[in-house]
């Protein structure tokens, strides 16, 4: 395997990490995986391309734009359906998978219709630079999307750890009833990080879809990529769903380069029959001394 | 005593029973007639027709018995080539190909079923999700069973006594076939089975320790939902005489799960009317750039939180309002 396939697949890893870290935020503060990240991820690149391309806006105010609303579709998500909706049913999980489906399908038509229904090319955020490694050569939108995942985990990481809604947000994690008990704001930090997963993946949309183009339907499979990132990465820490997302990209990478494009998706369905059958909770795991 | 007012409600329920059969027959007909010789009707009828079959196919096993299996694009696919494959590569009569599509449909449904019985939720949806896909990836990949990306096309029409069927009739065939498995559906929901299946989604363990086995249950309605909607799959195939790897793709699935809950899941008819209203809304109304699928988006989203009953739901609250209010007003004058 030539040395320019790992740059693809730390590439496509980070990727699939930061949506994985959408999911595992929503995950420890309202105990669902939000399929409708995906389509978040997807709405920002989208945005802020087509801003680019239609409107002629410069890169940097398309680019936050295009965050902040998938910030606010995950916020919008949480207040206006999955709330109300978790309220009338008693939290049952069926509810709200429903929900959070009809986001997606909803997000995915609202983008298809306000920005057309074609790929979008994507347009590198450092195009002139590189870094040559010697073995092999790193191009600027990698570096950019490298260094956005360090900076994202290592803050979400810092923040779990360092800041009042962090804190609470990993209690509620472990513990939702216990959490409620003490008097802890519950629903408001699963307010908190229904938004962060929607910046992290809204900052992760913007990025890939520089690199490789991105079009109404493109979130679909960024949600179930990230899923099964997380899947294999499991909730143990914040850096395991960066862990699941390079085994997953790894995973994508060698399999159909050694055995043919269309085992891919035999392959993945393989790894996740047996991650739910062997390791329902990932590789990495919260292990708790009694 | 007592006896009389049973016997009276009793009398009752089997006459809104009959009424429901006999109005759904008489819409199915008032479809049939629609439809016509138009061509462009004709194609809407049938595409409705395969809806409802794919819907009225989930309402089992995810309406009722709340298992969200999401592989059904696969088990329409597989109804569709099994046609391709009976009409060309064999001389059997066509009715053949539905049953072996749905005998193999179900097949895989149960082992998919079995697989995946230890998971609910969020990982049913997905692994189901990621076999739609892996199947997909098969039909174009096994091109000496599915002709890959062509697939299969020149399928000859069905032949009755000898004379072939021209697609009105087959049309107006396939409508009726629906009409049948809505009423089929309809009635077992209404059975001790359908009972026992709406309490093993509520209360799996009282429904175990009543001795009815759950898996086993489960695995019945997966199987026979799948077997539903590879008929859809199968009748629509010969009705356009052609099938290949993008005719019934994923996306297909999402529509599906959205139709009970437009039409009203406490009836299979929610579904049949959630298939109308989809086909209504993506392909015969076109306002502005392919909205129709957004609205129709907004519209689940919309029923989802303000009418969780949907329309069928509304509209049965509606008439019971409607009657409450006569009999008071009856009971104020007397």
């Known amino acids: 395997m030539s040395a320019q396939l790992w740059v693809s697949v730390v590439q496509i890893g980070c990727f699939f990490g930061l949506v994985a870290l959408g999911y595992y935020l929503v995950l420890e503060g309202a105990d669902f995986f939000n399929f409708a990240l995906g389509p978040f991820a997807m709405f920002s690149g989208l945005t802020a391309s087509w801003l680019m391309a239609k409107q002629g806006w410069p890169l940097g105010l398309a680019a936050v734009l295009g965050i902040a609303i998938a910030a606010v579709l995950a916020v919008v998500t949480e207040v206006a359906l999955v709330r109300p909706i978790d309220a009338r049913t008693g939290g049952g999980e069926l509810p709200s998978l429903i929900a959070v489906v009809a986001v997606l399908f909803a997000v995915e038509q609202l983008a298809g219709t306000l920005f057309g229904r074609q ?40 923040w779990m750890r360092k800041s009042k809604y962090g804190r609470i947000l990993r209690a509620v994690g472990s513990n939702r009833e216990a959490a409620r008990t003490l008097g802890m704001p519950v629903g408001r930090v699963r307010l908190v990080a229904f938004a962060l997963a929607g910046l992290v993946v809204g900052l992760a949309g913007q990025l890939f879809s ?6 109404f339907q493109s979130g679909f499979g960024w949600a179930l990529s990230g899923f099964l990132a997380l899947v294999i990465g499991g909730t143990g820490s914040v850096w395991a769903p960066l862990a699941g997302g390079l085994l997953l990209a790894l995973a994508q990478t060698l399999v159909p380069y050694y055995l043919g494009s269309a085992s891919l998706d035999y392959a993945v369905l393989a790894v996740a029959i047996l991650f739910f059958a062997l390791r329902p909770s990932g590789l990495f795991v919260r292990r708790v001394r009694v | 005593m007592s006896a009389l007012p049973l016997q009276k409600a009793v009398g009752s329920v089997r006459s809104a029973e009959s009424a429901r059969i006999l109005g759904t027959l008489v819409l199915t007909v008032a479809v049939i007639g629609w439809a016509g010789a138009d061509l462009f009707r004709q194609d809407l009828a049938l595409l409705g027709a395969t809806y409802a079959l794919l819907a009225l196919g989930m309402y089992m096993p995810f309406n009722l018995a709340g298992a969200l299996s999401l592989a059904y694009s696969a088990y329409v696919a597989i109804g569709g080539y099994s046609v391709g494959l009976v009409a060309t590569k064999t001389g059997w009569p066509l009715p053949v190909a539905y049953l072996l599509g749905a005998l193999a449909s179900a097949a895989l449904a149960v082992v998919l079923g079995f697989a995946t019985r230890r998971l609910s939720g969020f990982y049913l949806a997905a692994v189901t999700l990621l076999f739609g896909m892996a199947f997909q990836s098969f039909l174009l990949d096994a091109k000496d069973v599915t002709g890959g990306a062509v697939g299969i096309g020149s399928i000859r029409p069905l032949t009755f006594f000898g004379s072939e069927l021209d697609r009105q009739t087959f049309i107006a065939l396939t409508l ?13 929901r209404r059975s001790p089975f359908g009972v026992a299946l709406q309490s093993s989604r509520d209360v799996p363990a009282a429904v175990e320790a009543a001795g009815v086995g759950v898996p086993a249950l489960r695995l019945t309605v997966l199987g026979a939902g799948a077997a539903i909607a590879s008929l859809g799959g199968g009748l ?8 290949g790897p993008d005719t019934f793709t994923l996306h297909l699935v999402m529509l599906a799960i959205f139709m009970p809950l437009l039409g009203g899941q406490g009836s299979a008819w929610g579904a049949v009317l959630g298939a109308v209203l989809v086909v209504e809304l993506t392909f015969n109304l076109q306002i502005f750039e392919r909205s129709g699928s957004l609205i129709f988006g907004v519209a689940v989203l919309a029923v989802l939180l303000i009418a969780p009953g949907g329309i069928i739901g509304y509209a049965g609250q509606g008439a019971r309002w409607l009657r409450g209010a006569a009999t008071r007003t009856r009971g104020a004058r007397r």
């Open chain 1, 119 to 158: 790929l979008m090319p994507g347009r590198s955020w450092l195009p002139g630079t590189s870094l040559d490694l010697g073995f092999v050569t790193v191009d600027g939108q990698t570096i950019v999307l490298v260094a956005a995942t360090i900076v994202s985990f290592t803050g979400v990481w810092l």
């Open chain 1, 210 to 215: 520089a690199k490789a183009g991105v079009s």
């Open chain 2, 176 to 188: 009726l076939i629906v009409w049948i498995v809505g009423v089929a559906v309809d009635r077992v």
């Open chain 2, 236 to 243: 629509f195939t010969t009705a356009n005489q052609t099938i």
